[in-house]
């Protein structure tokens, strides 16, 4: 069984900040579970672009508010609590804060490593080695 607080992540090398979010990488890809467990903070006001073309994503919304834009057909879908978005079809689109932060858990499949950010197109690699 794997046991872990989400409070021991904070200051290690798997809390990853950008000038957009803050993600807190649990479960990772050496944690052998087939998927990556994160909490992530998108900031108020803000707007990233993503396109995980190597990876599928689906995203819990618990606190905050935001908006997510399907760059394919300029959809937009407001986030809230309870809110539950995948990105089955390596949905390239466009995340933004709202008002609030907006506190989301993600599931990653395959698992990240813990240490990805975005490329300048918004995709993580298809495999970064562990340094952990």
Not at 71 to 77: E, N, S, V
Not at 93 to 111: A, D, Q, S
Request: hydrophobic share 35%.
């Amino acid at each position: 069984m794997i046991v872990k607080n989400v409070k021991d992540v904070i200051g290690t090398e798997h809390e990853v900040k950008t000038e957009t979010w803050l993600s807190r990488r649990v479960l990772l890809q050496k944690d052998g579970m087939g998927f990556s467990f994160h909490e992530t903070v998108i900031f108020p006001g803000t707007e990233t672009h993503i396109h995980y073309q190597n990876h599928l994503e689906a995203v819990w919304c618990i606190e905050g508010d935001g908006e997510v834009e399907t760059i394919a057909d300029g959809k937009k879908y407001a986030l809230g609590p309870g809110v539950v978005y995948a990105l089955d079809q390596h949905d390239e689109h466009w995340l933004r804060g709202g008002k609030e932060p907006l506190r989301v858990i993600c599931v990653f499949n395959p698992p990240l490593t813990g240490f990805e950010v975005h490329d300048e197109d918004g995709v993580y690699p298809a495999a970064v080695t562990d340094a952990a």
